[in-house]
C-alpha cells in the first residue's frame, strides 16, 4: 500500500472513532405533576433517570417548586415531540425566594469518552432566573465553576449549549456530576423551563490509531529527505 493512502485511512480511522455520541438525554416528557411542588412532594421526583443513555438528573438540592408547563421539540430525539418541560420555579412567597441560589445535579460517566458538551431548550419569564451557572465534579464533593449563563427571562424556546471540551479533568471519568445553579428570580413564580436535555461526547481515539498515524507522518518525512 503507499504511504500516501496508508496515511489517508488512517485520518479516517481517527475520525470515526472521534465522532461525537448521546451519553445522556432527558425529554421529560412523562413529567407530569398535578400541583407544583418542592421535589419529593405533591408526586415532585426526587430525581429522573435519563429517557436515552445513561444518567440521572437529581432535584434533592433544588429549594424552589417545579412544574411541569408545556415544553419545545427543540433538542428532541425523534420521534419524541413537545409535550413536558422540566419547570423549576423560584416559589416562596417574599424575596430572596428559595429557589435562587439553588440547583439541579446530573450524574453521568464519561467512561470512554472526551469532551462533553450539553445541550437543551430552554425559555423563561420575565422575573424568572436570568443566571444559570455550570459547575463540575469527579468526586461529587469539590465543584469547579465553568464560565458561561444559560439561563433566559425571554419567554420564547432556544437552544442553550455548554460546550467543556475544555475541561479536560472530566474526560473519560467514570463518575462526573454536572451542577446547574439559577438565581435572579425577582418573583415566586418566576421559572426557567428545560426541555430536551443532552449530553453528547466523543469517543476516546483507539490507542493503535494515533501511534499509527504519527509513525506514518515519520515515515513520510524520512522519505522527503
Do not use: H
Not at 429517557?51 to 419524541?80: E, K, M, R
Amino acid at each position: 500500500m503507499k504511504l500516501a493512502t496508508y496515511l489517508t485511512l488512517a485520518v479516517v480511522s481517527v475520525a470515526s472513532n472521534c465522532g461525537a455520541a448521546l451519553v445522556s438525554y432527558w425529554n421529560f416528557n412523562g413529567l407530569s405533576i398535578a400541583t407544583a411542588s418542592a421535589p419529593g412532594v405533591g408526586g415532585v421526583p426526587a430525581s429522573i433517570a435519563a429517557d436515552q443513555g445513561a444518567g440521572l438528573l437529581s432535584l434533592s438540592a433544588w429549594a424552589g417548586t417545579v412544574d411541569d408547563f408545556s415544553g419545545s421539540a427543540s433538542n428532541a430525539i425523534a420521534p419524541d415531540v413537545a409535550e413536558e418541560s422540566l419547570s423549576l420555579t423560584a416559589g416562596g412567597t417574599a424575596a430572596p425566594f428559595p429557589g435562587n441560589g439553588t440547583y439541579v445535579e446530573l450524574a453521568v460517566s464519561l467512561t470512554g469518552m472526551v469532551d462533553p458538551v450539553i445541550t437543551f431548550a430552554t425559555r423563561g419569564t420575565s422575573t424568572g432566573f436570568n443566571t444559570g451557572t455550570w459547575s463540575w465534579s469527579t468526586d461529587g464533593l469539590s465543584f469547579t465553576s465553568v464560565t458561561g449563563n444559560t439561563a433566559t427571562t425571554s419567554t420564547t424556546f432556544a437552544l442553550a449549549t455548554l460546550d467543556l471540551s475544555a475541561v479536560d479533568a472530566i474526560d473519560n471519568s467514570p463518575s462526573v456530576t454536572l451542577r446547574y445553579t439559577l438565581s435572579g428570580a425577582s418573583s415566586s413564580s418566576g421559572n426557567n423551563r428545560i426541555d430536551n436535555l443532552q449530553i453528547n461526547a466523543s469517543a476516546v481515539p483507539e490507542p493503535s490509531v494515533p501511534a499509527a498515524l504519527g509513525l506514518g507522518y515519520l515515515l513520510l518525512a524520512r522519505r522527503r529527505r
